[in-house]
Nanobody, 115 residues
Framework: QVQLVESGGGSVQAGESLRISCAAS????????MAWFRQPLGKGRELIAG????????YYADSVKGRFAISRDNAKNTIYLQMNNLKPEDTAVYLC????????WGRGTQVSVSS
């Protein structure tokens, strides 16, 4: 059974940092393009960061460029999102996504940023 499990979310003040993780089981992440999406309450899902296969090029949405960094550790079958200088508008559920021959979603982890 394939599972993507996000962790590391929480409540922080504006300007602080968090690192969230997505641990995979039942699949090998080095065969998948990985991404982080976020979904604020009552709004649509937004792609914010992606990384191609084995440490290839990365993508960042303009809203997080320069503040967030995506990385992967294939040995641990885990990807990370380092989030610095967090802003209240970063408040959302953050979801992990794997895309290969099929695609998989995690259930998400809540990040709340107060001013």
């Amino acid at each position: 059974q394939v599972q993507l499990v996000e962790s590391g979310g929480g409540s922080v003040q504006a300007g602080e940092s968090l690192r969230i993780s997505c641990a995979a089981s039942g699949l090998s992440l080095n065969a998948y393009a990985m991404a982080w999406f976020r979904q604020p309450l009552g709004k649509g899902r937004e792609l914010i960061a992606g990384i191609i296969y084995n440490g290839g090029p990365t993508y960042y949405a303009d809203s997080v460029k320069g503040r967030f960094a995506i990385s992967r550790d294939n040995a641990k079958n885990t990807i990370y999102l380092q989030m610095n200088n967090l802003k209240p508008e970063d408040t959302a559920v953050y979801l992990c996504h794997a895309r290969g021959a099929t695609e998989f979603w995690g259930r998400g982890t809540q990040v709340s940023v107060s001013s």
